[in-house]
């Protein structure tokens, strides 16, 4: 993966517009609340195309991120990264000879948490991470920087639903395996040799009940302590550990 300019932020109509149709890649858009017309619909539209995020927002805070410039109502961050389909990765994973390793992310919004995922995730060979358009970390410099370069090595694909992207994954023939504090069996009796999606819910609530429900079978990470659970970016590394000792053991 080539590097791109860090994390930038656009403003105005065309310019956001121009930038979504020249396949620039968006992180997000925000949008003035209470817009309607021809730009409301546009937009729309073209995020809708391009699986981009769309937030409407008050004035105030869209007056301070433009920081006195003229946003026009909207504006658009600019990833540091391109975005993957997973329809696409799975394929050129398997003309590799490889076994799939995924990783989903189900809530993870905090930005130094995802950036510290990303570099573990690396490290240990995931192919690709998952996470969903609404409800994830934002991905600009501050997470490049979190990840030590790792984000500009790693593919990222974006979904509308997690739940739909688990089931593809399913129907591609790759074990889907989710991270729950209330599950009975340790990662370790999992068999992770085969092609695997590994889920990691937000610290607070972990997975949501629908992820729970459409993964293949959940587990929890075995602990001796008294401390209330791992930090949600050590979980992933651990969980990530144990895919490789499996693999490198067969």
Known sequence: MKSRPKHQIIYGRHPVVDAIKSGESIDKVLLLRGTRGELEIELRKLCKEHNIYISMVPKEKLDHLAKGK?????????SPIRFY????????IYEKGETPLFLILDGVTDTRNFGAIVRSAEIFGVHAIIVPMKGSSQIGSDALKTSAGALLKMPVCK????????????NSGIQVFASDLKA???????????????????????????????ADSTFLIPQIGETDSLNV??????????VQRQRVTM
């Open 159 to 170: 979904t509308n639903s997690l739940v739909n992207a688990i089931e593809y994954l399913q």
């Open 233 to 242: 970016s050590v979980s992933a590394g651990v969980m990530l550990y144990e």
């Open 184 to 214: 009975s069996k340790p990662i370790n009796d999992l068999d992770l040799s085969g092609p695997t999606a590994l889920v990691v819910g937000s610290e607070d609530e972990g997975i949501s009940h629908a992820i729970g429900k459409r």
């Open 70 to 78: 003229n946003h026009q109502s909207v504006l658009a961050f600019i």
């Open 85 to 92: 389909q997973i329809e696409d990765m799975i394929p050129l």
